[in-house]
């Protein structure tokens, strides 16, 4: 700018100094003008040089400060009258844009760490170089190290060298400096700086496989010990009533007739003891399916004859066979028929079973119009049932016989009308 404002005063100094040179100027005239015409001249041009300059530092000032992270200086003077206060407002305008955008980023970021910190999941990042990146409270538990000696370090020295290759999802055996036990292993792509990063992700299945099998004892010891008590109480008592009995002398005719009274319920609570250890055998023996073709219509309409305490009504679906065991299916359904037909014994009502196909999978459906379920939690707890003679193991060995063949079964109310279905779904091929 300082020599485009001489370039641009040249002409007219040029002009200036020709006039001096004319009469009637004298020498000492001359000089005199020139100087103060030069100092005039360079005055100007530099007073255009600081006027362009000294925006542009303060521009160059914002600018700076903006990418230095500071967001809260503005410029003075913005204005969409001039060119300069347009671009000051403009500045400003970028400015408070920026600073929100920021901040936006500060609280997302605030917030992805703490998620991250309070998922029990164990998330670890690695970079091209295999090298950890980024890894979470949960992560640094499993390792049992902490962030600052975790990060930078390759991911064979850390034992997940094999988790970053292979495929995704899957179960994995790992034993590492924090735990050790079976993982979920999920893994995912993700770009930081334009380079392929790995994202890592451990779930540990063995805490929620010991919660659950936890619980799945805890109710099977208070069924176990509900049965048991129920039995060993009366004997108990029984036992109690005949040593006194006996211990008073001779029997009497009255007397003899209370012993073998006694003795009699003795052995009926001991049989029923003994059915429900039975029982408890058949459900933890179940084998695994030897299929073979099973013609539906067939297998429907002979456990449907089976059950003569209440009229069963087939309706008949579209012809399909299934590769399955046919003893086990048949214990499954003459399952779900006779506990239809209880619901419905008091009512006088009546039973349907039906099955329909959906693409390769078979739905039979075994309905009745009977009170509804009214316990829904411990349908399919072993031993728990609500019948007086009920061995509470029919409905979880029909669920058992559905999950072995890949299929389900589940329990549910009519809804609009009243009365029950079972729902039995299996797939075609086995």
């Known amino acids: 700018m300082f020599w485009l404002a001489l370039a641009g005063g040249a002409p007219a100094m040029a002009l200036a100094v020709w006039a001096l040179w004319r009469p009637p100027f004298d ?8 100087f103060a015409l030069l100092a005039t001249w360079w005055g100007v041009a530099f007073a255009v040089r600081e006027r362009f300059m000294r925006p542009m530092q ?3 000032n914002l600018l700076a400060a903006m990418r230095e992270g500071d967001t809260s200086i503005r410029a003075r003077g913005a204005d969409t009258d001039t060119a300069y206060g347009l671009a000051m407002w403009e500045v400003n305008a970028l400015t408070d844009t920026v600073g929100r955008q920021r901040l936006d980023a500060m609280e997302a970021t605030a917030l ?13 990042a690695f970079d091209p170089a295999q090298r950890l990146r980024l890894l979470n409270r949960e992560a640094e538990a499993l390792l049992a190290m902490p962030a600052e000696r975790a990060l930078g370090r390759e991911a064979a020295s850390l034992g997940l060298g094999d988790a970053l290759v292979g495929d995704t999802p899957r179960l994995v055996e790992l034993s590492l400096a924090g735990r050790s036990g079976r993982w979920e292993l999920r893994r995912g792509r993700y770009r930081h700086d334009g380079r392929p990063h790995d994202l890592l992700v451990l779930s540990d299945l063995s805490r929620a496989l010991r919660e659950e099998e936890r619980q799945a004892w805890q109710r099977l010891i208070r069924v176990l010990s509900h049965e048991i008590n129920n039995s060993l109480a009366p004997i108990q008592s029984l036992a109690g009533s005949l040593q006194t009995v006996l211990d008073r002398g001779p029997l009497s005719g009255d007397s003899t007739a209370s012993v073998h009274q006694g003795l009699a319920v003795i052995e009926s609570r001991a049989q029923a003891l003994g059915r429900f250890m039975h029982a408890y055998a058949q459900l933890a023996r179940l084998p695994a399916p030897r299929r073979t073709a099973v013609d539906v219509g067939v297998w429907v309409r002979r456990v449907a004859a089976l059950e003569t305490r209440v009229p069963v009504a087939v309706v008949a679906g579209p012809a399909v066979q299934l590769q399955a065991d046919a003893d086990q299916l048949e214990q499954l359904l003459i399952n779900l028929v ?13 039973v349907a079973v039906g099955w329909s196909l959906d693409e390769d999978v078979l739905e039979l459906r075994v309905e009745d119009d009977g009170p509804g379920l009214a316990e829904t939690a411990n349908l399919f707890v072993p031993f728990f049932t609500t019948k007086p003679e009920g061995s509470g193991i ?3 060995l029909s669920r058992q016989i559905a999950e072995g063949h890949g299929g389900s079964l589940v329990l549910e109310n009519r809804g ?11 797939p075609v091929g086995g």
């Open 394 to 396: 029919g409905l979880a």
């Open 27 to 34: 020498p000492l005239t001359r000089w005199t003008l020139l």
């Open 112 to 124: 992805l760490a703490r998620v991250m910190d309070s998922i029990d999941v164990a998330v670890f």
């Open 58 to 60: 303060t521009l160059s």
């Open 338 to 350: 006779r506990n239809a037909a209880d619901a419905v014994l008091e009512s006088g009502g009546s």
């Open 416 to 426: 609009r009308v009243r009365g029950c279905v079972a729902r039995v779904r299996l």
